[in-house]
């Protein structure tokens, strides 16, 4: 019977899923067609949903000041904008609520003008129950993830992480936990972890944390110097030891005073140079260059890599038995495609201390969260920040979209997007093919693409046919790949 009701299409049988969501949503259903309005109140009511039912605009509108609806399922008549204006309101009012839309016009520019409006999803009547429920679904995971991320980022202040570090990860306690153990001794360190995963301030971590923190922490990078110059920084040298040694000068491994010294990229150290090293550390002294005379030492060493260096110990490219004087205590760090759920802290964090610098107050959209959340990071959080920088400088608003994220992200975005609409159609292909429904991802571009072209390539007034401003029109370009509208297939 419910399927008559929807649908003109062949009846199938409606088995509700196990899916309710965690949560109990409320959803509201806005349809002047008593029928569809019950069968629609019925489905969502069997899927777990706390379900309120009119038929009427404004009747509508006092419910939603009185309760506001998690999700808005609500019809768009073909001869009134009323629909438009309701969806208008609601998301004026209550912006993290998703509007999905319902009409008999299966036009583009219906579709366009829901989704300028706010709506997120898109259903053409007749639909199938199924149908129904895969966009019920979506709406409510994407409801319960982007709540969660909310509450996610309003705990940043209550529970960052340990020192400057942020992440309340499993693997980030595992890390604290070692750490506030080593921080306390005096071996020796070994920090291992791709690039950008934060090597440098898990050092400083530990130096903060340990008993002579209020003593010098040194940082040199042993892959951005000539050997010459890294042997002086780290031993010292005598006046006139080679051209322009003006004047004597302490090396690191003394200038510390009992602080630590931390040798980044470790790895790119020359033989020769492993070798003083490798003294140093075992006689606690070090010969200045151009000296005769030994100077002692008391630094910690902690030193940090991105290179296999058990690797380079077989092929003879690193001395075993430096490594094994370093290795003493060995860390490695997680990449942030380990720890994905620290991703909301970590750009909450950043987006704070970029918001105090300008003194301007900038978010993220829940869209551009879940495309970061999504994304693989491959520069890792070092990533993460020049990406929501990058950001903040290209927005035009104080909220940051999918558009002003770097390519990569947009790209991650889309296919997301696309990826989720082709699972949704083919769990049903037949129905789709049937009913010849399209996503509304599709719709949106094939309108952009078709004004441009009608327009013979003018962008300015192709946005104001769409209804959209010149900015989001280059963003939408950039989102959906479209590079060169006229010779779009």
Known sequence: MLETIISNKRPMEFIPRNTEPAVRLHLLVVDPDSAVRSACAEIASSLGYAVESTGDLGQARIQLRGRRADILLVDLP????HGLELISE??????NTIVIAMTASGTVNAAVEAMRCGASDYLTKPFA?????TVLDRAAENQTTDKTARQVRERLRLSQGLGSMIGRSDEMEKLYRILSKVALSAHPVLILGESGTGKELVARTIH??????????????CGSLVPTLIESELFGHVKGAYTGANRSKDGLLVAAEGGTVFLDEIGELTLDLQAKLLRALQEREVRPVGATHRVPIKARILAATNRDLASMV???????????????????????RDRREDIPLLAAHFLDRISKERGAKFTLSDEALRT??????????????NSVERACALTSGPVLHLGDLPTQLQRQGLEAHRASNTAAAGNDAENHEATGVRTLADLEREAIVSAIRTLKGDKL????LLGIGKTTLYRKLKEYGIADPLSED
Request: aromatic residues 12%; hydrophobic residues 40%; charged residues 25%.
């Open 78 to 81: 073909n001869s009134a904008n």
């Open 90 to 95: 609601v998301k004026l009012l209550y912006p």
């Open 129 to 133: 129950m199924d149908e129904l429920s």
């Open 208 to 221: 903060a944390f340990g008993p002579n923190a209020q003593k010098p922490f040194l940082p040199v990078d």
């Open 314 to 336: 077989e092929k003879g490219t690193f001395r075993k038995d430096l490594f094994y004087r370093l290795n003493v205590v060995n860390l490695r760090l997680p990449s942030l």
């Open 372 to 385: 970061m959340m999504r994304y693989d990071w491959p520069g890792n959080v070092r990533e993460l920040e």
């Open 461 to 464: 007034q192709a946005a104001r």
